[in-house]
């Protein structure tokens, strides 16, 4: 090839190494904004977010939340066993702060009555419409209500209160008994796992006692 020719054609391929770079012949890819975390929200948007109550032990209250589902059971701590105040409760967590539950007591014919919880983080403010017995701390009926505090969250998904004697077994089969005695009428548990009609349970008597008993042995809910 003559020179001439050579480096013209040199000259030419740098031309258009230029022209592409200073162009634009080569594309920028498109700038990626980030999307900004939201912070806040409108009264409109906070209407329509599901409350977020957390199952766990409050001291003097155990809850236990499946889905939208919330059970649960108030015992006065410093009770005597002629002095008792406790109720059991039951609701729908919704969209509405504070949750409105039925509190009664499964071991008696009383009326139901209506309970408020007002949840606050890890905190509630319970409103009663009737105290449970006149032994019951009045703050539950004034107009500031009775606060508790989440002493530690727990993976329960539902309280429930023993109706028949019930054993309690090593594992989900008739054969497998833990104990010789069995759980009485009015002992509360705290569900953890499900087996068909198998219930794994925590005894709410503060020894962290686990095992299986069968869900028939266990006072019905009034509108779970």
């Known amino acids: 090839m003559h020179p001439f020719n050579s480096q013209w054609s040199l000259w030419s391929l740098c031309g258009l190494i230029f022209c592409l770079t200073a162009c634009g012949g080569t594309p920028e890819p498109p700038a990626v904004e980030d999307t900004p975390i939201k912070t806040s929200w409108t009264q409109s948007e906070l209407d329509k977010t599901d409350v977020y109550a957390i199952a766990g032990d409050y001291y003097e209250i155990q809850i236990g939340i499946?889905?939208?589902?919330?059970?649960?059971?108030?015992?006065?701590?410093?009770?005597?066993?002629?002095?008792?105040?406790?109720?059991?409760?039951?609701?729908i967590i919704g969209t509405q702060n504070p949750i409105e539950v039925a509190c009664y007591n499964p071991t008696n014919t009383k009326a139901s009555f209506k309970g408020y919880f007002?949840?606050?983080?890890?905190?509630?403010?319970?409103?009663?419409?009737?105290?449970?017995?006149?032994?019951?701390?009045?703050?539950?009926t004034?107009?500031?209500?009775?606060?508790v505090v989440l002493d530690s969250k727990k993976k329960w998904s539902a309280i429930r209160m023993i109706q028949h004697p019930t054993n309690l077994h090593e594992q989900p089969i008739l054969e497998s008994v833990k104990q010789e005695e069995a759980l009485k009428r009015g002992t509360a548990v705290a569900v953890l796992e499900q087996r068909n009609t198998w219930l794994r349970v925590e005894i709410l008597d503060d020894s962290g006692t686990t095992g299986w008993i069968s869900e028939h042995g266990l006072y019905p809910l009034m509108e779970l």
């Open 66 to 91: 499946k889905g939208k589902e919330l059970t649960g059971i108030y015992r006065n701590p410093q009770a005597t066993d002629k002095e008792t105040c406790s109720f059991f409760f039951e609701g």
């Open 118 to 140: 007002k949840i606050l983080g890890d905190a509630m403010i319970i409103k009663l419409s009737a105290l449970p017995a006149a032994q019951c701390n009045g703050e539950f």
């Open 142 to 147: 004034n107009k500031v209500g009775r606060s």
